[in-house]
């Protein structure tokens, strides 16, 4: 692939753009139940329109673009008052979850430099059920992410594990409202309670929940106390882009006060070049996210996310009823949102995940842990809650397909993972890829046999597969 020597037409580029997507799974059918958090067609082509007009505006100098500065101040003043923030509170608008919760553990970092200068090795704590951003905020910021186990059986946190694993290193603890795999609220004020005590900090990632929980609240649902009206808890992630159904790259993380979030921002006249004054991790950001986040806040208010979450919640109940009612599977938790997951003790679910692509559902395939089965994880949005009760009738279906399937080969799943366990170098991961159905620069069509090596393996071997797949994909 080279540059074109000649340019193409747009009708050229277009046509092979299309062509490129025609092999995506088609997200507009309400059938992805992962990834894609679509409101009504009229709200989707209005976010659309504010993100163009400033699709070229550059966020790194609001003295250029004072129009940016305003709209990100606006929502987040609009998501700080939604978690019951008083006007000390601050926060700014990221690239996504990862983004701000990265942030938040530099914040926290940085904060312990200043006022616990003799930690030298910072440590968080968190739930085994809160999201990878989290570790990998510790390996790109050097802060080691200690990791408890959860309620087997509620998939909270436990609040006993954490106080056990404090140490003088300790500078941050970690609640999810919920976790995303499980759908489950963390004890937040027990867990910011004890933050307080031994002189920590409390983040809470509520990225899918900060756009929902507050208005399942209002619907009348009795929601555990998880945002700022919480003593002890210091800072919030809060995605716009799931459901707060903006355009992809809106989140925001929030602060107590300006005093924590100094720790945040990034400045320098170091060079011959010009002030650099970053207060997220991006120099250079469009403000399209911004400005459409900005739309649909304004476009639906509060009645209109009540109405969509009265929807999705509704169809989350249906959907949930539906799979406890098939025979072999079981919800897990106690899911306080429009996510779950569910386990078999039937068949196997990767299995299933992939008779379920065959007929173009897509359901999201979550290994197991030592207090967790094998699962996969249901996201209901806007976009696909009219699609459930068929969901229901595909996965009965697709279960008693799996029923007469012959098994996974096992003899070759622990074979593959003996070599890998043994030597999962570059090398041998390659040569054992075909094995298993991956072949370097492609993607795979079947999944299950996949799945069921990685859940297999060792998470740090594991880890290091995945990292030389994808080393060799792009």
Known sequence: MTIPPVGRTPDEIMTLLHGFKAQDMDWRSGRVFAYIYQPAEIAATLVKEAYSLYLSENCLDPTTFPSVAQLESDVVRMIAGLLQGDDCVVGNMTSGGTESILLAVKTARDWARAHRPHVTQPEMILARTAHAA?????????????VVEFDPVTFEADVTAMRAAITDNTILLVASAPCYSQGVIDPVPAIATLAQEYGALCHVDACVGGMYLPFLRTLGRTIPPFDFSVPGVTSISVDMHKYGYAAKGASVVLYRDRSLRRHQIFASTDTTAYTIINPTALSSRSAGPIAGAWAILNYLGEAGYCDLVATVQAATERLMAGVDAIDGLYVLGRPAISMFSFASHAINVFQLADALRRRGWYLQPQFSTPRSPRNLHVSITYGVAHNVDALIADIAACVEEVR?????????????????????????VEGLMAAVGLQPGALPQEMALINEVLDALPDAVANEVLIDFFNNLY
């Open 404 to 428: 007469h399937m012959p098994p996974i080969d096992l003899a070759l799943v622990r074979s593959v993972v003996e070599a890998l366990t043994q030597d999962p170098s570059p090398a041998v």
């Open 134 to 146: 989290f570790h990998k905020a510790g390996h790109y910021l050097g802060v080691k992410p200690v």
